[in-house]
């Protein structure tokens, strides 16, 4: 090993001297780490170092002299001055650190995973607000800011800002700490007391201001409120979503909830995440059954999701990577907007997964904070965000498999109590299925296993020829335009390239690898997510669906941010970190060019056919027609959002997912809702009805059956729907 000493030198002939003698002790007694010593010293102290120090007994032994004072100027000519070789960098103060400390500080940072070993005083030292919110930022483990005796790794101090100032600022901890790098601490005996508590808490409130309030805090605090903000527009005003009826059970289903007509476990059946009926439940009461509803929905799901990403992404990687991941998570490609948009459980999906992401990167990656009690609230978020929508598990299963692999459950008692917590959330969901009269862990379509070769090769080839494309490209091949290829190209390239950090160095492959760099373990983990959420697709029923099924890919999308803050990490050691954030720009941009914000013609077009929809509703309102039969897609959404006093049936009938059916009471003025008049004509003949087609406002057509119509003859008649 090779370390780098920068030292502060006292003008004490007497304490020089007796620093030198410390010095040449810890030579001696780590024989196998050069120590290349730098600092600033006059003529005489250096006259006086080569009188204790023989070159030919003390040959790991270095002094490097370096002109100038104290000041920034100095701690850049020093830095300037480590060997390129140097594996750590230490600096302490002459005159109040004890250099004999410095093995146990290089044995700590060998022997653990911190970026640096800070060596503390006292574990009380710094107390009062500043300490406690430092504390908070920092997962606990600094409590000594103004420790001017540390240990780095070269990488982590090489790649903090040098700027400002000396070696000892609390800003450059700050820096370290916002690179991703753990900051472990060590109580070491010193030569004298550090000063009181004064300069411990302004140290700490220069590391506050510096992770809140830095450059890159402030460009991911931006990304969050842009994704929000993108979201709002999306949204407002209320506008026909692609997926309307899909989008109205929220509403329909809070709604009931909010008036007691749902037990709780399943109040959205086995078509809705029962999360999205809670939330819809709240906004219900908030805002009243309108289609606002709706929006907030959503609007709460981003607001959580950028969060815990930004969050979870500092947690890995360090602030600077998590804005630029966070920037490209606020600009999805469109389709994963059409499918999180309308609140059809996707936007909680990801919401849920944000928050597992960061717990379980919080166990990765501070192991200080790892106890039974951690891994008892990870354990019950697995469970029930498997309850909420089981995808989940295409991102919960890599990353419980990595906290395994990190060492996140170090007892026996934690694997006890992430087991007895997964069990007690999938509690839940076997209630659930149980409550539904159906056995627990049965499986619908989307969720069977694949049963034949041909089946999967079939499923895999429309994963890559049809599904992959219009999610990530929003086209399918062959690609009708240059941008399309530019996007299809840089995405490529994003992969190979996580492909390559995972893969360990060829000049170090004792160090390198997943198994030993922070970024390159990030990079394992995105390529396990897309594995997994590959095989779960093809071998699942969702991959033989032949339709839109983009939305069944919904946590592959946590790849993208986890790619661009993975190469941005990787750039910056090479001083190009600014053509990733330009990569990711281009991509932003070409994402929200496609998005129908208000003014694009789709987005005109969605509200206007809103404002049909509710001339059709007033239109049957004003017929005295209480139910309405038609196709799911047309009809079901007016169940919500539009008034009261109308019951809208989907026809077939399975498709009645809340049960509207059973809702309707005594005899009833029907009427058929369709686009085709002779279809309507056609069906109400098959079904043996009386009445006439009239063209119904909004465009659509109605056949308005004489007289009324008995509860339990509504099946009979849809089942003739065609």
């Known amino acids: 090993m090779e370390a780098a000493v920068l030292v502060t030198f006292p003008s004490n002939p007497a304490v020089f001297t007796e620093v030198v003698s410390k010095l040449i002790d810890v030579s001696e007694a780590v024989p196998q780490t050069h120590f290349t010593i730098i600092g600033s010293v006059s003529d005489a102290q250096e006259d006086l170092w080569h009188e204790r120090v023989s070159d030919n007994e003390h040959r790991n032994l270095v002094l490097v002299p370096v002109p100038g004072s104290s000041s920034a100027a100095l701690w850049e000519r020093e830095m300037e001055s480590v060997p390129e070789t140097a594996d750590v960098v230490i600096t302490l103060d002459a005159a109040v650190d004890n250099p004999g400390e410095i093995p146990r500080l290089l044995e700590a940072l060998e022997s653990g995973n911190a970026g640096v070993v800070a ?205 630029v991941g966070t920037l490209m998570a606020a600009f999805p490609p469109l389709q994963h907007i059409f499918f999180v948009e309308p609140p059809l459980g996707y936007g909680s999906l990801l919401a849920g997964c944000a928050i597992q992401l960061w717990f379980g990167f919080v166990m990765i990656f501070r192991p200080n904070l790892r106890s039974p009690l951690v891994s008892l609230l990870y354990g019950f978020g697995i469970g029930v965000n498997f309850w909420l929508l089981p995808q989940s598990l295409m991102l919960t299963g890599p990353l419980t498999l990595f906290v395994v692999i990190s060492g996140g459950f170090r007892t026996v008692l934690d694997y006890l109590a992430a087991v007895a917590a997964v069990v007690a959330g999938l509690s839940a969901y076997v209630f659930t299925l149980a409550s539904m009269g159906v056995a627990p862990f049965a499986t619908s379509f989307p969720t069977q296993a694949v049963t034949t070769l041909d089946q999967w090769i079939a499923n895999l080839k429309y994963l890559f020829s049809d599904v992959l494309p219009a999610y990530l490209l929003t086209e399918k091949f062959p690609l009708p335009s240059p941008m399309y290829g530019l996007r299809l190209i840089l995405l490529v390239l994003a992969f190979l390239a996580t492909c390559r950090i995972a893969l360990p160095s060829r000049r170090n492959r004792a160090t390198s690898g997943w198994r030993h760099s922070r970024t390159a373990f990030c990079a394992a983990f995105t390529i396990a997510v897309v594995v997994s959420v590959f095989v779960l697709y093809t071998t699942s029923g969702a991959g033989s669906i032949r339709g839109w099924t983009v939305r069944y890919l919904a946590p592959l999308f946590f790849c993208l941010p986890m790619m661009a803050a993975l190469l941005y990490a990787a750039a910056r050691r090479h001083s190009i970190g600014a053509l990733t954030m330009v990569c990711v720009v281009i991509l932003s941009v070409a994402h929200a060019a496609e998005y129908r914000l208000p003014g694009h013609p789709d987005r005109v077009a969605s509200t206007e056919a809103l404002a049909a929809d509710h001339l059709s509703y007033d239109w049957l309102r004003q017929k005295r027609r209480n139910v309405v039969l038609g196709d799911y897609w047309q009809v079901y959404k007016l169940n919500f959002g539009f008034g009261h006093g109308i019951q809208a049936i989907p026809c077939p009938l399975f498709l009645d997912y809340l049960a509207i059916k059973d809702r309707v009471e005594g005899p009833s003025r029907v009427a058929l809702l369709g686009r085709d008049p002779g279809a309507l004509a056609a069906w109400a003949a098959r079904a043996g009805l009386p009445g006439h087609v009239e063209a119904a406002a909004g465009g659509a057509f109605a056949f308005l059956v004489d007289g009324e119509i008995d509860p339990k003859r509504i099946a009979s008649i849809a089942a003739f729907f065609a």
Not at 134 to 158: H, K, N, Q
Not at 280 to 294: E, I, K, S, T, Y
């Open 119 to 323: 060596g503390a005083q006292s574990p009380s030292a710094l107390k009062g607000p500043a300490g406690f919110f430092l504390r908070l930022l920092t997962d606990g483990s600094v409590t000594d800011p103004a420790s001017t005796f540390r240990a780095y790794r070269a990488e982590v101090v090489r790649g903090a800002d040098r700027s400002h100032g000396p070696r000892v600022s609390a800003e450059i901890l700050a820096d370290v700490w916002g690179s991703g790098a753990l900051v472990a601490e060590l109580p070491v005996a010193r030569r004298l007391p550090s000063p009181e508590s004064t300069a411990s808490s302004r140290a700490a409130w220069q590391c506050l201001r510096e992770q809140l309030f830095g450059r890159f805090s402030l460009i991911g605090l931006a990304a969050i409120l842009l994704g929000i903000g993108l979201f709002l527009l999306l949204s407002w005003p209320a506008h026909q979503y692609a997926a309307d009826s899909d989008a109205a059970l929220t509403g329909i289903c809070g709604t009931d909830v909010f008036e007691g007509r749902h037990r709780l476990f399943n109040p959205g059946g086995y078509r809705i995440g029962p999360q999205n009926c809670y939330l819809g439940a709240m906004f219900v009461a908030v805002l009243g059954p309108n289609r606002n509803v709706l929006s907030a929905v959503t609007l709460l799901n981003i607001a959580v999701f950028l969060p815990f990403l930004y969050f979870a992404l500092r947690t890995a990687l360090g602030s600077e990577p998590a804005a």
